[in-house]
């Protein structure tokens, strides 16, 4: 993998030194792991000029959930604990004689761009913008190859959950178990705050799970993923509790279910993100359901759970091949519920077979 972080960094060097800059810092966490493999906390990554260093605050402790950084990487660990490592690095540039030095300004607060100019006043600032957001929107299939295997991790642990008793059981302690299991699997960790909602609250998005118990009748909706290796994936599914679904229930988790396979069906290399918004989002609209749609269909994933492209009626831009996405729509109905369903899909071109579906757990209507 050494050579992939070399290529990723030289990249990223050409694009910086084409804009005039004569080194680069890298401080936001997921760009450090996708350039150095690993990102012990608070970690900056700065590039050139002569080797590329990796300066962490505090020796790294080795947990697999922070990576292992490059060995072709200098690591330095600042001798202060309560030492920045931004000015620090800012201050090795400078004694580097770089005349410039390229930031992620939308990471950094205006209290560390402060001292970074104070530490090296010599030293040029530019902002090297969203560029390694940008490389990091196709993965290779390495890093494809771990976001399937947060998929399986992730259909395993809700596979689980729907063989035990839920009826009686609280939202939150229904999350907890869902992230236990998806350790117990083999995750670093829940790739984000996992959601349950029962009853009224089935269909939110990010809903933050409550001590409502679920009852007999309800719809119960689940939101979660994990995070193996940094990569983290999205599923989402509803189903009904007790025996047959009511009349309002099928009418509408078809619906959903029409508009998320309508999105699916739109990712293919070339289309404009706003389309696969509009091909699931058209559906709901038409139903009558365009009060209180999420803002988006879905939108990328990767080093971190919601991450560039975004499937909204205003985004920019086209998919390309091999970037992975979700696509999420929902109804919620107040006071009586709602249905999402969410998948995390690879865009392939047709000749592969069209888009990868990662998440695979079933999206028939079960009554558990």
């Not at 690095?89 to 970074?116: P, Q």
């Not at 729907?162 to 178990?177: D, F, Q, W, Y």
């Not at 009852?215 to 990569?231: I, K, W």
């Amino acid at each position: 993998m050494s050579e992939v972080y070399a290529v990723r960094r030289g990249l990223l060097r050409d694009r910086y030194a084409a804009a005039g800059s004569a080194a680069a810092l890298v401080s936001r966490p997921a760009n450090v792991r996708y350039l150095a493999g690993g990102v012990p906390p608070g970690s900056v990554l700065l590039l050139g000029p002569g080797e590329d260093v990796l300066l962490c605050p505090r020796a790294p402790t080795g947990a697999p959930a922070h990576g292992r950084p490059d060995e072709q990487l200098r690591l330095t660990v600042l001798p202060e604990a309560d030492g920045d490592p931004v000015v620090a690095a800012a201050d090795l540039a400078g004694g580097l004689h770089a005349d410039s030095l390229a930031v992620e300004e939308h990471d950094l607060t205006v209290s560390r761009h402060r001292a970074m100019s104070s530490a090296a006043p010599r030293l040029r600032l530019n902002d090297l913008g969203g560029t390694v957001e940008q490389l990091r929107l196709v993965k290779d299939e390495e890093e494809i190859a771990c976001l399937r295997i947060a998929a399986e991790i992730t259909d395993q642990a809700l596979g689980e959950l729907l063989e035990s008793i839920l009826v009686g059981r609280t939202e939150r302690h229904l999350a907890l178990e869902l992230e236990r299991r998806l350790v117990d699997h083999g995750a670093d960790g829940p790739a984000f705050a996992t959601s349950v909602g029962t009853g009224p609250h089935s269909g939110l998005g990010r809903h933050r799970p409550t001590d409502r118990r679920v009852e007999e009748g309800d719809f119960l909706s689940v939101c979660l993923g994990a995070n193996y290796r940094g990569y983290r994936c999205e599923i989402g599914r509803t189903f009904v509790i007790g025996t047959s679904p009511a009349d309002w229930q099928i009418e509408l988790y078809d619906l959903v279910f029409a508009a998320q396979r309508a999105g699916r069906e739109a990712l293919v290399p070339g289309a404009a993100c706003r389309d696969v918004d509009h091909a699931a989002r058209h559906l709901l609209d038409s139903a009558g359901h365009s009060d209180g749609l999420h803002p988006s269909t879905g939108h990328g994933v990767g080093l971190e759970i919601d991450e560039d492209p975004q499937l909204a009626p205003t985004a920019m831009g086209k998919l390309d091949a091999c970037v992975p996405v979700t696509v999420e729509p929902g109804v919620h109905l107040p006071g009586r519920g709602g249905v999402r369903i969410d998948d995390t899909l690879v865009v392939r071109p047709e000749a592969d077979g069209g888009p990868e579906l990662l998440t695979i757990t079933t999206k028939e209507l079960l009554a558990l």
